[in-house]
């Protein structure tokens, strides 16, 4: 092997590390719906759109209400590691946004053409104008003043354009819309206090109302069938500290079980997350109630103070570590038991040993 750089350590140029980065966590169009709805959620929108054009692979558009940038953040919103959410590494031990990283825009910006308009809400920037940036695989070519409704409006095109390896691994649009679809749903469970659309190729695919009820957003989402099957849950418990930590949720009446775990869903401090130890306690308070190879359906929420988690241990932060699982374990178990044995399920269920 002939060394053509003579083994000499040089600094990465900012595109190259985006586009590294990008290959963390924009996998497919679906990762890209996900940190901008993210972006929204934490912007305060109440209303988000998102339009979508064949599976994502040739437009991703989420319109929000939010907040808006300043419109001199609007460059650094495209930088890596440039965020509003964290200064500290203080704040890192607490975070309560959904983003922390600054990494998101910087990412998509590098791998598409991209596009933000945006306005402030607040007066805070003495403009009632707002502002435009578009990039093109990561280079700016449009930094200006724009006629813009208060918010922002992300437009990713052509996605994968310069980095034609992921391109390749892409499904077909149909199946890229699945995901997509997926991670709307995501969204649109943990937050139903928004009003949230998704449009394919100008087809409306979801409209959901604001609604206080965290099941009337289930039964919209997934119809009454499924709504009317579910049993309400709720528990408290207070660490040593006296610090509370909340568990509700519903679950599915065993009479209403799937073939599949695709319909258990846990939320954390409103994030989606996946946890294999809280899937195995839902599973073990069902156990002797379902048949082997059944599943139940869910849909739980934790809240517990930031500190007592760690969200910073996976790129897309689906996954997280808590300070204390095996309590967290011990009060899902208990919670669904306590309440499968008041509906006097317990002639089926056999208590572990
Ligand atoms: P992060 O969310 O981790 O901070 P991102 O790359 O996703 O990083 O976003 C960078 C910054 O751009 C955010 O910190 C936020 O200040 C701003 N931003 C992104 N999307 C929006 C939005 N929809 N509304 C308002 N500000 C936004
Ligand atoms: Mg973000």
Request: proline share 5%.
């Amino acid at each position: 092997r002939i060394s053509t750089t003579m083994s000499r350590i040089q600094q990465l140029d900012p595109h190259v590390i985006n586009r590294i980065a990008a290959g963390e966590v924009i996998e497919r169009p679906a990762s890209v719906v996900k940190e901008l709805l993210e972006n929204s959620v934490d912007a305060l929108a109440t209303r988000i759109e998102v339009d979508i054009s064949t599976g994502g692979i040739d437009l991703i558009r989420i319109s929000d209400n939010g907040e808006g940038m300043h419109p001199d953040d609007l460059l650094l919103s495209v930088t890596s590691h440039a965020t509003s959410k964290i200064r500290s590494d203080e704040d890192l031990q607490k975070v309560a946004t959904m983003g922390f990283r600054g990494e998101a825009l910087a990412s998509i910006a590098s791998i598409s053409r991209f596009r933000i308009r945006t306005r402030r809400l607040g007066l805070d920037t003495g403009l009632d104008t707002g502002r435009e940036l578009q990039a093109d695989g990561g280079d700016v070519n449009i930094n200006r003043e724009c006629g813009c409704p208060q918010g922002t409006v992300i437009e990713v095109h052509n996605l994968f354009f310069n980095t034609p390896a992921r391109r390749k691994f892409l499904k077909k649009p149909s199946t890229e819309f699945g995901r997509i679809s997926e991670q709307f749903s995501k969204i649109a469970l943990a937050n139903p206090n928004l009003h949230l659309v998704l449009r394919h190729n100008d087809k409306l695919v979801y409209e959901l109302p604001a609604t206080p009820n965290q099941l009337e957003r289930i039964r919209r989402f997934f119809g009454s069938d499924l709504g009317d099957k579910l049993i309400p849950v709720e528990s408290k418990a207070t660490t040593e500290a006296g610090e509370e930590i909340r568990l509700w949720g519903f679950v599915g009446d065993p009479s209403f079980s799937r073939g599949t775990r695709k319909d258990q869903y846990l939320f954390l401090n409103g994030r989606h997350i996946q946890d294999r130890s809280l899937q195995h306690a839902l599973g073990e308070a069902y156990r002797g109630l379902l048949m082997v190879g059944r599943h139940p359906v869910s849909f739980l929420f934790l809240e517990l103070p930031p500190h007592l988690v760690d969200v910073n241990v996976h790129p897309t932060k689906t996954e997280v570590r808590f300070q204390d699982g095996q309590s967290l374990y011990r009060q899902l178990l208990h919670t669904l038991r306590d309440k499968f044995l008041s509906l006097n399920f317990q002639s089926e269920i056999q208590v572990p040993t």
